[in-house]
């Protein structure tokens, strides 16, 4: 019955806002981190963002630092990956996924992911 959903992404224009949103159902969201990952052609998948189950720890990759802010919701049992300044770097297939423990950003730790929402920066 768990699963994720990502929603919010699309084609944005470099120095633009996006914002991508995790939405849980069939999970106690407030039990678990989140993280944020995204993966390009010919690349590994990378470690964005994630958040503790509290939403009172956050940690963020330093290419991302700055730029983006990620935040929960609890009570909608979302989270969400605001997005400024994107840059066309930025351009990559985004997941969101959880795990009932610490938030880290290494993608094997995880247990469930979503489909993933694509996010396309471009003039």
């Known amino acids: 019955q768990l699963q994720l959903v990502e929603s919010g992404g699309g084609l944005v224009q470099p120095g633009g806002s996006l914002r991508l949103a995790c939405a849980a159902s069939g999970v106690t969201l407030d039990h678990y981190a989140v993280g944020w990952f995204r993966q390009a052609p010919g690349k590994e998948r990378e470690g964005v963002s994630c958040?503790?189950?509290?939403?009172?720890?956050?940690s963020y990759a330093a290419a991302v630092n700055g730029r983006f802010t990620i935040s929960r919701d609890n009570a909608k049992n979302t989270v969400y990956l605001q997005m400024n300044s994107p840059k066309p770097e930025d351009t990559a297939s985004y997941f969101c996924a959880e795990v009932w423990g610490m938030a880290t950003l290494k993608s094997n730790v995880y247990d469930y992911w979503g489909q993933g929402t694509q996010v396309t920066v471009s003039s």
């Open positions: 958040i503790s189950h509290s939403g009172g720890s956050t």
